[in-house]
């Protein structure tokens, strides 16, 4: 492929791939990021190539990224002209069967599986050029109808699962570098940031900085070099988003990045990636060599005078380095340690030059906002925060996935209607935890709470890179808030003493509590010690690293109390307080427990009911996990 | 030298004879096991009340662990300006005697009266004479001389030809060695499974970046070994999802199969278990990593099994 060097060059390009795309025959794409290929995919690309090989008939096969429906893992997706069905749960002869019906272009007899769908997607320019896909299989659900996805609206994730990520023209076909495009043709830098300003766009990493006031301080600050950087340090626990983005679309991030370069007159782009995210490295790669061929990146692009270049840095474990301070010194080569703001990166940053640092989401969502303006995007959300907020709903939940839903929806909608409820039926959600070791664990009796940054924050949680995840009566909320102090402990870089001492006598005294030793006067020490760390740490890491332990104490203090008071864990799940017993009259004496028993703590009675010896027992919890007639208690 | 002595310690508590009945004859000196800040101050206490104080130390020199400290929690106080009047206070002091450089070798008797025999260690210093001028410190001939521990000394394995050629390729291929040390290191640690010391030090040498600084950024990221690694590595997600759904579980069974603690390799060599934050893959929690493989919804009866596949 030759440089494009023209506005027109390009739209012919576009419009060629476009063509190509929406146009293709009978295709297979087979959801191939993480979570999929964790689920098997790999083997369904096998099954499918094989048959394009064999009696294809005109069959093709392309890999994409991932729809965020991850519960229903490894996906295939079979889109012709005419139709686009989604199918999830695939197995290999299943995949059989869906080429063999699509061939034949009859899937009466999928009507009774729960995870089919047909998409409704269709190309932007009005629907002359291509055919939109029409639901011609009546039997199969409409994706409206589906309650993951009815609520959802993609901005970021608009691409995700539809393109081929290692194939710019599928991008190109979904309007991809289409907004870069315009901002060099308008070449009106300081319009761009006005648009961005207007759409009212927040960063997206957590903290929900205004992302247009970002570039123009950057843009305004002094300094001949300049640097954008994609903040892909994704270390937060239960948050895959910006995994997920790169995956399935990088190029809607390399878009969106130079676009920013444009605006506030950078001319080289750094992405610092976790370690942990191969295949993102590995898309992300590839995108920005097939972006140099076609000449979005590199000298003079699209014949204008702007030039900018990407390069990668990898991670190398550590979670400070999400902290954009840390992440610049790790950039440079050094010891990821955060160093106290002002002055802020906008004004000395990478090399001491003024840099914007953005989250992988935040540059995903330029693009969309430049080609249709800021109040298409402003319209969605709540007074204070804009567009659209993707999370990752996880833990003890039905639909876990990927999920990216207007700005002030309800908690309960989030989790109830998209989210499915509870994953295992007759328990109840006790609470839900958001924004990660920095954010906070809201119970149940704030779930109509709307979801936005001022609303989290004030609730006592934030809205952090978007981890949700969903905690039933079954989790102890002071274990779950020793798991984050354990979290910030081991992560603390230990350049400040507050965060590196306080976080680990806070662990020390949830320790205590768990382990059936707390007293009341721990709980007042755990305060005064939280609001020191708080007050005095270096960085957002210490800073926010009491929250988990402060918003358990505000909203379940009764669990608190039952440990300490009547040492009991009410969730069952603090080994020290718990132990394991057969019920009799329940116990059908099947000796499943005895046999999966690692320890062989399980004392089988021939036919009466076994025992527990509680002196071998390690309460892993395999012989509860196991027992089909719940005779196995906790208590 | 930490010993907070409970025994010492009830000998200090002054109230004749209160806790062993029958115990008039109480000496009136105290001996402070430890010179931390803790024992300096104590000893100070006691010594202003009027005992006469043994301040003992394993150390040659008092002070203990806060004089390496800089700032103190919560309140950030400077370290050396808390501690350094005590010490200078402990050493003129007419009733503390200061026992450096010695360990208690036994302790015999009952509160309020102890026989307690001290081992000190050869100083080869006459303490009565030196006034602390420091003189010999700088003039010693072999000051500056490194003496590696002895098997350090064995064990200094020479760079194969191989190792030689791949460093020299990554160096040559990387024009900016310093700023990009993060991912120079990576690429050492890919081809040698860890960071091995005598690699290290020739990357080094040949680029004059210090090997400290080195060995700071691979003790400050996860993703760095200085010990060897084993063939496989296992990774135990340890992401919130995972926890909520028991990877804590996963990771205790492991190291029981494995014999081995977190960070560990088993003898043979062939597996590391550690655990990792979030591998992004939490709507299958639990997650469990190897190599390159990640296994979802793992169950604890299931691991034996996926071990048997490597």
Known sequence: MARINTQAEFERVAKEAAGRYWGRGLTVRVGMASCGLAAGANALYDVAAERVKGNGNGLSLSRVGCRGSCVVEPMVDVVSPDFHLTFGNVTKAGLESIIDAAQANDFSSFEDADAVWQERDAPRTDGTLYTTRRGTHAQIPDISAIPFYAPQRKIVTRNCGLIDPFDIEESLARDGYAALVKVLTENDPEGVIETVLASGLRGRGGAGFPTGRKWALTREAAGDEKYVFVNADEGDPGAFMDRSVLESDPHAVLEGLAIGAFAIG???????????????????????????????????????????????????????????????????????????????????????????????????????????????????????????????????????????????????????????????????????????PSGGCLPKDQFDLAVDYEKLTEAGSMMGSGGMIVVDDRTCMVSLAKFFLNFTMDESCGKCTPCREGTRRMHDLLEKITSGEGTEEDIAFLEELASYVKDTSLCGLGATAPNPVLSTLKYFRDEYDAHIRERRCPAGECEALISFRVVPDKCTVCGACAKVCPVNAVVEAGKAPPTIDQDACTRCRTCFEVCPSDAILIE | MEAESPRT??????????????????????????????????????????????????????????SKLDKTFPTNDCAMCVMSPKLVDCGRHLNIELVTYADVKNIEGVPGNYNVEIVRKAKSVDEEKCTGCGDCVTGCPSRYVVRPPDEAAQYAPE???????????????????????????????????????????????????????????????????????????????????????????????????????????????????????????????????IDDETFGFVMVRGLEKILKRF
């Open chain 2, 159 to 289: 760079l194969t030809a191989d190792d030689k050629d791949f460093v020299d390729r990554l160096l040559r291929e990387e024009p900016d060695v310093e700023g990009n040390l993060l991912a120079v290191l990576q690429d050492v640690s890919e081809y040698c499974r860890f960071l091995p010391e005598h690699v290290l030090k020739y990357v080094s040498d040949a680029t004059g970046i210090p090997l400290a600084r080195m060995i700071s950024i691979a003790t400050f990221y996860d993703a760095f070994s200085l010990e060897p690694r084993g063939e496989h590595t296992i990774s135990v997600c340890m992401g919130t999802a995972c926890h909520v759904k028991g990877s804590g579980l996963l990771q205790s069974r492991l190291q029981d199969i494995l014999q081995i603690g977190n960070g560990e390799t088993t003898t043979d060599g062939k597996f590391t278990l550690q655990t990792v934050r979030c591998i992004g893959c939490c709507a299958l929690a639990p997650a469990v990593r």
């Open chain 2, 9 to 66: 310690d009830s000998t200090t508590t002054g109230q004749s004879g209160s806790l062993v009945a029958g115990v008039s004859n109480k000496v009136g000196s105290v001996l402070v096991v430890g010179s931390g800040i803790s024992g300096m101050q104590a000893a100070l206490d006691l010594a202003n009340g009027g005992y006469y104080v043994y301040l003992l130390d394993s150390e040659p020199a008092i002070g203990g662990l806060m």
């Open chain 1, 266 to 436: 950078a001319s080289e782009g750094i992405v610092y990636v976790r370690a942990e995210y191969p295949l993102a490295v590995q898309t992300l790669r590839n995108a920005i060599v097939q972006a140099r061929e076609y000449g979005f990146l590199g000298e003079n692009i699209l014949g204008t005078s702007f030039s900018f270049d990407v390069s990668i840095r990898i991670g190398a474990g550590a979670f400070v380095c999400g902290e954009e301070t840390a992440l610049i010194a790790s950039a440079e080569g050094r010891v990821g340690e955060p160093r106290p703001r002002p002055p802020y990166p906008a004004q000395s940053g990478y090399k001491g030059a003024p840099t914007v640092i953005n989250n992988v989401k935040t540059w995903s969502a330029v693009a969309p906002i430049i080609l249709n303006g800021a109040e298409w995007f402003a319209e969605v959300g709540t007074e204070s925060s804009k567009g659209t907020a993707v999370f990752c709903v996880t833990g003890t939940i039905k639909n876990t996935g990927l999920v990216e839903v207007p700005m002030g929806m309800t908690l309960r909608e989030i989790i109830y209607d998209v989210g499915g409820g509870p994953e295992r039926a007759g328990s109840e959600i006790k609470a839900v935890q958001t924004g990660g």
